[in-house]
């Protein structure tokens, strides 16, 4: 329940709108996350032992940790570096627990289970109160339910539904919730109108179904699969290269994605300024910042976020965070691909279909190695699982007569009702 509750807050719902309607950073919302920083060291401490067990995702948190606070060196805004560089240490503690105490479908239907609970507080928002819960100016009339904007809404739905697809994949006979869950996240999902959203929810659920057709298929089955599979993504990947404005037409974008274009060329040429050491972790937006404010001026509208994860970290740490930051991401994909067959069947495929949405969204969104966030959270708690170390089986009791260490029960099973009634010959 405490890790749900962890788990909610993490989303950013409807403590922003409540607490900080102009999405604008103040003194008592930073209060509000003090209980749960408590919360989540409580967590850990609960489960000290195992949280040992993840030493070597400690390790890789620490050098992420380190690097990012290293920033505030050399920072524009050396404050907010470093607060912000405390909260993403505490997400990412709390992303290790995740990992290693909810072991196979346990994690995904956790996510489930608390998006399941803000899809319904979402849709009695929009009945309640829609000037919160439908947007009243800008995107007139698409929903957002409890968060700033359509786009959080839609994403944190397509995890849902990820997660939901997980659980059906996963063997579970508890089917219901999961069937609710997925057809809830996904009716959100096309409320908000978000593209990038209704493409992550296409793309993990879809990884998820392929995995399990796979797996229950045969062999035959999962080679004609990957056959077609690779076919196809290689005809998109050239169909996309060779004509980009066709395809982004085709799913209902402008060529320009609605502006995003422009504020990548304006943002490389800061890049190129400070290619080594970037303008400080989560610095460059400040409302004092002076390249933001040019940023903002050239593109002629308030820019929050590069609106691309590795923009966004090459303008923070420049090219050494985004390498590393990189080499954290691969591991996951490597150690989540690896744990396909064994760990990953028991879990319903909820890394793969996770990552895939993960991979996309970074190319839209700034949510890598990102402060009090849910997508950054979960991908570490995907590492985390697959690197921590597995509890020790328990051994299974001596036995109280030395005549009883060598007992074992008969190999050949009786045929007859009559014949298994008797007590079992001891073998010696």
């Given at each position: 329940?405490?890790?749900?509750?962890?788990?909610?807050?993490?989303?950013?719902?409807?403590?922003?709108?409540?607490?900080?309607?102009?999405?604008?950073?103040?003194?008592?919302?930073?209060?509000?996350?003090?209980?749960?920083?408590?919360?989540?060291?409580?967590?850990?401490?609960?489960?000290?032992?195992?949280?040992?067990?993840?030493?070597?995702?400690?390790?890789?948190?620490?050098?992420?940790?380190?690097?990012?606070?290293?920033?505030?060196?050399?920072?524009?805004?050396?404050?907010?570096?470093?607060?912000?560089?405390?909260?993403?240490?505490?997400?990412?503690?709390?992303?290790?627990?995740?990992?290693?105490?909810?072991?196979?479908?346990?994690?995904?239907?956790?996510?489930?289970?608390?998006?399941?609970?803000?899809?319904?507080?979402?849709?009695?928002?929009?009945?309640?109160?829609?000037?919160?819960?439908?947007?009243?100016?800008?995107?007139?009339?698409?929903?957002?339910?409890?968060?700033?904007?359509?786009?959080?809404?839609?994403?944190?739905?397509?995890?849902?539904a990820v997660a939901a697809a997980a659980c059906l994949a996963s063997g579970d006979p508890r089917r219901l919730l999961p069937a609710i869950t997925l057809v809830v996240a996904t009716l959100l999902t096309l409320a908000t109108q978000s593209k990038t959203s209704l493409l992550c929810l296409i793309l993990g659920t879809g990884a998820i179904g392929g995995l399990w057709a796979m797996h229950r298929g045969g062999a035959a089955f999962s080679i004609v699969a990957l056959w077609f599979g690779?076919?196809?993504?290689?005809?998109?990947?050239?169909?996309?290269?060779?004509?980009?404005?066709?395809?982004?037409?085709?799913?209902?974008?402008?060529?320009?994605?609605?502006?995003?274009?422009?504020?990548?060329?304006?943002?490389?040429?800061?890049?190129?300024?400070?290619?080594?050491?970037?303008?400080?972790?989560?610095?460059?937006?400040?409302?004092?910042?002076?390249?933001?404010?040019?940023?903002?001026?050239?593109?002629?509208?308030?820019?929050?976020?590069?609106?691309?994860?590795?923009?966004?970290?090459?303008?923070?740490?420049?090219?050494?965070?985004?390498?590393?930051?990189?080499?954290?991401?691969?591991?996951?994909?490597?150690?989540?691909?690896?744990?396909?067959?064994?760990?990953?069947?028991?879990?319903?495929?909820?890394?793969?279909?996770?990552?895939?949405?993960?991979?996309?969204?970074?190319?839209?969104?700034?949510?890598?190695?990102?402060?009090?966030?849910?997508?950054?959270?979960?991908?570490?708690?995907?590492?985390?699982?697959?690197?921590?170390?597995?509890?020790?089986?328990?051994?299974?009791?001596?036995?109280?007569?030395?005549?009883?260490?060598?007992?074992?029960?008969?190999?050949?099973?009786?045929?007859?009702?009559?014949?298994?009634?008797?007590?079992?010959?001891?073998?010696?």
């Amino acid at each position: 329940m405490l890790a749900g509750f962890v788990v909610f807050m993490l989303t950013q719902a409807l403590i922003g709108p409540v607490f900080a309607p102009t999405q604008e950073e103040t003194p008592i919302l930073r209060l509000v996350w003090l209980p749960v920083y408590a919360v989540i060291a409580g967590l850990i401490l609960y489960r000290l032992p195992a949280m040992i067990r993840a030493w070597p995702v400690w390790i890789i948190l620490g050098v992420l940790v380190l690097h990012a606070f290293a920033s505030k060196w050399w920072s524009i805004d050396p404050e907010v570096t470093q607060r912000r560089v405390i909260a993403m240490a505490i997400s990412s503690a709390f992303a290790v627990y995740l990992g290693v105490v909810f072991r196979g479908p346990h994690l995904p239907r956790l996510l489930m289970l608390c998006v399941l609970g803000m899809g319904l507080g979402s849709l009695v928002m929009i009945a309640v109160n829609p000037t919160i819960g439908i947007h009243q100016e800008e995107n007139a009339g698409l929903w957002r339910g409890l968060w700033y904007e359509k786009n959080q809404m839609g994403l944190v739905m397509s995890a849902g539904a990820v997660a939901a697809a997980a659980c059906l994949a996963s063997g579970d006979p508890r089917r219901l919730l999961p069937a609710i869950t997925l057809v809830v996240a996904t009716l959100l999902t096309l409320a908000t109108q978000s593209k990038t959203s209704l493409l992550c929810l296409i793309l993990g659920t879809g990884a998820i179904g392929g995995l399990w057709a796979m797996h229950r298929g045969g062999a035959a089955f999962s080679i004609v699969a990957l056959w077609f599979g690779v076919v196809l993504s290689a005809v998109g990947g050239y169909v996309f290269i060779t004509d980009p404005e066709t395809v982004l037409v085709a799913l209902g974008k402008d060529p320009s994605l609605t502006g995003r274009t422009d504020i990548w060329a304006a943002l490389m040429r800061d890049v190129a300024e400070r290619p080594w050491t970037g303008f400080g972790y989560s610095a460059y937006w400040g409302i004092d910042s002076i390249p933001a404010e040019f940023i903002r001026l050239e593109t002629q509208w308030p820019v929050p976020s590069a609106h691309n994860g590795w923009i966004d970290l090459l303008i923070q740490l420049g090219w050494p965070g985004a390498v590393l930051t990189g080499a954290v991401v691969l591991l996951a994909i490597v150690a989540t691909l690896v744990r396909i067959p064994g760990a990953g069947a028991r879990e319903g495929y909820w890394g793969v279909g996770y990552l895939g949405v993960f991979l996309l969204l970074s190319l839209s969104e700034s949510v890598l190695l990102s402060h009090a966030n849910l997508p950054w959270t979960l991908l570490l708690a995907i590492l985390a699982r697959a690197l921590a170390a597995e509890p020790v089986a328990v051994r299974a009791p001596l036995a109280r007569r030395v005549s009883g260490a060598y007992q074992t029960a008969p190999r050949i099973a009786a045929h007859s009702g009559h014949a298994r009634l008797r007590r079992p010959v001891p073998v010696r």
